[in-house]
């Protein structure tokens, strides 16, 4: 039996479909990119980065999607399907047991509604409220700020550097775990156990 590290943490960051206004009729967002990177809380230290394309089928990228995010519809068509994405997800990041951080709780609400619409499993384990850590509001609450800051507004906050390219999943990922670390070295970063079981144990 695979040894589920309890220090390890996944720290995502998903880019979607978006556009200037409303999307154009029958258009939803979908998840384009994944970012991850894996922290060793214990070690206070970032493990590795992933980034996973993920091909939209109900939805087409924008020019102002490409023009935030740098993504080309070309790029994502040669990504793998939603369901593939989760599934390398489960099997190669243990997201089936492994806590996980993102910036705010837009992530793991996109997560929910793709596994819904396109009838695959959500492949953070259950409750997802305790799988998942909102990096957001405990930046906030340990700062003692009154609003939420963004994810570059809070790197200037913490005096850390932004590495790479803003609403770029893999980067963005990777500067959102460079907080969570800053947050553990403060005493802030909430504890949690892996998840064990079936959803319904």
Same mark, same amino acid.
């Given at each position: 039996?695979?040894?589920?590290?309890?220090?390890?943490?996944?720290?995502?960051?998903v880019?979607?479909?978006c556009?200037?206004?409303?999307?154009?009729?029958?258009?939803?967002?979908?998840?384009?990119?994944?970012g991850?990177?894996?922290?060793?809380?214990?070690?206070?230290?970032?493990?590795?980065?992933?980034?996973?394309?993920? &091909?939209?089928?109900?939805?087409?990228?924008?020019?102002?999607?490409?023009?935030?995010?740098?993504?080309?519809?070309?790029?994502?068509?040669?990504?793998?399907?939603?369901?593939?994405?989760?599934?390398?997800?489960?099997?190669e990041?243990?997201?089936?047991?492994?806590?996980?951080?993102?910036?705010?709780?837009?992530?793991?609400?996109?997560f929910?509604?793709?596994?819904? +619409?396109?009838?695959?499993?959500?492949? /953070?384990? /259950?409750?997802?409220?305790r799988?998942?850590?909102?990096?957001?509001?405990v /930046?906030?609450?340990?700062?003692?700020?009154?609003?939420?800051?963004?994810?570059?507004?809070?790197?200037?906050i913490?005096?850390?550097?932004?590495?790479? &390219?803003?609403?770029?999943?893999?980067?963005? +990922?990777?500067?959102?775990?460079?907080?969570?670390?800053?947050?553990?070295?403060?005493?802030a970063?909430?504890?949690?156990?892996?998840?064990?079981?079936?959803?319904?144990?």
């Open positions: 039996m695979r040894r589920h590290g309890s220090s390890l943490l996944n720290v995502i960051d880019e979607a479909t556009w200037d206004g409303q999307p154009p009729p029958g258009s939803v967002n979908e998840i384009i990119e994944i991850l990177t894996v922290v060793d809380v214990s070690a206070r230290r970032r493990v590795s980065r992933h980034r996973i394309l993920v &091909r939209p089928v109900r939805s087409a990228v924008s020019d102002f999607c490409t023009e935030l995010t740098g993504l080309t519809q070309a790029e994502v068509d040669r990504g793998v399907a939603f369901a593939e994405a989760c599934r390398i997800l489960v099997e990041y243990d997201a089936g047991q492994r806590p996980w951080a993102s910036w705010g709780e837009y992530d793991r609400r996109q929910e509604r793709q596994s819904r +619409a396109d009838g695959v499993a959500y492949p /953070f384990g /259950f409750p997802t409220e799988t998942h850590t909102n990096a957001k509001a /930046f906030t609450e340990a700062h003692g700020l009154r609003g939420k800051p963004g994810m570059a507004q809070a790197l200037r913490a005096g850390l550097p932004l590495e790479g &390219r803003h609403h770029r999943g893999e980067d963005d +990922a990777w500067n959102i775990a460079a907080l969570v670390l800053d947050l553990v070295a403060r005493g970063w909430p504890v949690t156990e892996p998840v064990v079981g079936s959803p319904h144990s």
